[in-house]
Structures are given as C-alpha cells and as structure tokens.
C-alpha cells in the first residue's frame, strides 16, 4: 500500500478512533457471561469427606465442624408431615422430634432396613433430605455410607438411589459393609482394621450379621433377621407385661427406651416408672426382671448363631481364614453392642461353646462405629 493510499493521523475520523478504542477494551476485557462460566467451573474449595450410615432405628453422620474436629449427628430415622396453619403446605418434622411430637403418625422409614420399594425410597429420601439441609452438610463432599449384609438387591439400589440423589458427594460417594466401617474405630484411630483378617458381629436393630474380612475383603457374610435388637424390645414388652400380672402394657418404642436406658449386665439396678391409667390416676410400678431377662436371651441366641451356623459356613469355605480369624478380637458393632457387659458376655459365653478362648473388643461407640469408620474411608479417599 503506497503511502497516497494510507490516511494520516491528521486525516482519520474521530469516530473512527472512537471505534476502534472501544472494539480493544473489549477485546482486552472479557464479557460477563465468560467471567461468570470461568467462576462456576472455579473449584470451591477441598471436599469435605462424610461419613453416613442410614439405620433402620437411627441415622449418624460425621464430617469435620468448622473447628477441624468430628462432628457426629445421630437421629431417629423417622418423618411425620403435617400442615401449616398459615400457608396450608405440608410440612416434614424428622427424628426425635417427629417420634414425640406426631407418635399418632409418624413413620419410621428404614423398619426392614432398607428401602424396599419406591414408596419406600420416596419416605427415605424426603427423611435424608431434611436431615441434610437441617445440619448444613454441604454438596462439595465426599460421601461413604455404610450398607447392611443383606442379600437384597432392590433395596440396596433404593438405599444408593437416596444417597445419590440427595445432593451430596458431589466428588465422589462409595458404599463399604457395616460391619467393616463399624469396626474400623476399634482397632484404633487410624484404618488399621484395613489391613487385618478378624471376625465382625454386627448387632442390630433388624439384622444379626457376621462377616469375616481379609485386609478389607468380605468373606461368608451371613444374616439372619430371627435374632434381632427389635425382636428384643418387643420381647421386653410381652415380659414386662407378665411381670406387672397384665397391668401394664408398653409398646416397642417404651420397649427400647427401657432397653438403652436400664440394660446392663455389671450394675443392672430395678427401675420405676408411671403411666397413667384409663379411669384416671397413675399406676407406678417396678421392673426387676423384664428388661435382663430378655437381653440374656439375646446373647445366648447370637452365640447358638455364630458358633453353630457362622463359624461352620466360614470354616467350610475358608478354613485357613477361619484359623487365622478366630487368633484375633471378634469386633462386635451395632446398637445392642452399647449394652455395658455385653462384650465380656459374649467372650465367656463363646469360648465355652467353642471350647477354646475367645476374645471380643467393640469400638467405644458401638452405635456411632459405622458412621465414624465410613467417614475415615471418605477422609483417606478425598486426600487420594
């Protein structure tokens, strides 16, 4: 181009120069919708490693306060609904609020351990969603949930669907066996039960399971739902009501209350309460027998299952397992394990069906074992 061609700087437009320094500040300045996309693919921060388990008596879940140390959440997995007296929109009340505010209503969602069918996944999940938004768990985490032993594909779908689908674990979510999270905690601070081969009893609120774990395999998980926490409280009731020669009758909530609050096999002591009688006046009465006599029932029952049927299956598949398994603790999890003296119960009890020494060790906090291994595991995995 020959200089004739070209304008000078005397010649250009002033709205030309206008244009063209405004076309820069734009081309140097990036439009909104890109600042706000490159914000939103930003990372916000480290997950926060989670552990769940969904009970079908109670709900834990633990993760780091803002402090850095584990905070635990334990409730009653139960839900009842009810209306606004202002809007008229249905409202949901969870836990032990629900239980003592609603007992006409509510629904405990988890009664045989998982959900078994949409209706069922539905209740859970609306259960879970407010438990999550209640104590602020947030979705950039990395969640690990604890499962029952328990040959139930349907319901073992439903459970992973109303994790999944709760908005949480955005990095990732895993499941691990509960007996395995649950005994995590008592072989020490760390997952040094991970690369140990043990023997797990997991006593619960709707299953007796026993499993055996090599370095974190699962090996002849068993299950039975004839020996069971819930069998227990309403075999208190029937007891307590022989006791009081048919005066008293409780149902299985009062069962279980008398069961957590009074059983212990060191320093049982009789116990007092009151209720109130149809005609009017109150009724006091006394439990000396009702509440030992079918915890008692209770251990004897889960030895006659491990020794006679467990320890058999695991011998026949995996005898080296099963020699090597029985040298260590036997890790006893789950709610009945919080019945003080129960371990030593079991350890007596077992050796002399066996006819040889057993030891048994359970984590400090049976009940929350599960909740707090899974949310180790979350914490290894989110730092991996």
């Given amino acids: 181009m020959s200089v004739d061609d070209a304008e000078t700087d005397d010649e250009r437009d002033p709205a030309d120069e206008e244009e063209a320094a405004t076309a820069e500040e734009s081309a140097e300045e990036p439009n909104d919708t890109e600042a706000d996309s490159e914000a939103d693919t930003e990372p916000s921060g480290d997950p926060i490693p989670v552990g769940v388990k969904l009970g079908s008596t109670r709900t834990v879940l633990a993760m780091p306060g803002a402090d850095g140390d584990l905070e635990t959440v334990r409730t009653l997995t139960c839900l009842a609904t009810y209306e606004d007296a202002i809007s008229g929109e249905e409202q949901v009340i969870f836990g032990e609020d629900a239980a003592e505010q609603y007992p006409d209503r509510v629904q405990f969602t988890l009664r045989s351990g998982l959900p078994e069918d949409e209706a069922g996944a539905d209740l859970t999940r609306r259960f879970f969603q407010s438990v999550i938004e209640a104590n602020d768990v947030p979705a950039n985490s990395g969640v690990v949930y604890a499962i029952p032993t328990i040959e139930n594909e349907r319901g073992l779908a439903n459970l992973q669907s109303v994790v999944e689908e709760s908005g949480i674990g955005e990095d990732f979510i895993q499941s691990y066996p509960e007996s395995l999270c649950g005994a995590i905690p008592a072989f020490g601070d760390d997952l040094e039960a991970i690369n140990e081969i043990f023997l797990a009893v997991n006593m ?24 069971t926490g819930n069998e227990i409280d309403r075999r208190i009731a029937n007891y307590v009501e022989a006791e009081t020669q048919g005066r008293v009758n409780i149902d ?25 009688q149809p005609g009017g006046g109150a009724h006091e009465f006394t439990i000396e027998r009702s509440v030992m006599d079918a915890v008692d029932e209770y251990v004897d029952e889960v030895v006659e299952e491990f020794a006679n049927t467990f320890l058999p299956e695991l ?5 080296k397992v099963y020699q090597l398994a029985l040298d260590q603790p036997i890790v006893l999890t789950g709610g009945m394990a919080c019945i003080p003296g129960i371990v030593d119960e079991f350890s007596e009890r077992a050796s002399e069906a066996l006819n040889r020494d057993v030891e048994a060790i359970a984590p400090p906090e049976p009940d929350l074992a599960a909740t707090i291994g899974a949310q180790r595991i979350a914490a290894r995995s989110t730092e991996n």
């Fill in 252 to 276: 299985a909530q009062t069962a279980r209350e008398y069961k957590e609050q009074h059983a212990d096999f060191q320093n049982f002591e009789p116990f007092t309460d009151v209720i109130q």
């Fill in 315 to 319: 011998a026949n598949d995996h005898m």
């Fill in 204 to 227: 619960g609120s709707t299953n007796l399971e026993a499993s055996a774990y090599r370095r974190g395999e699962q090996l002849a998980p068993f299950t039975t739902g004839a020996v």
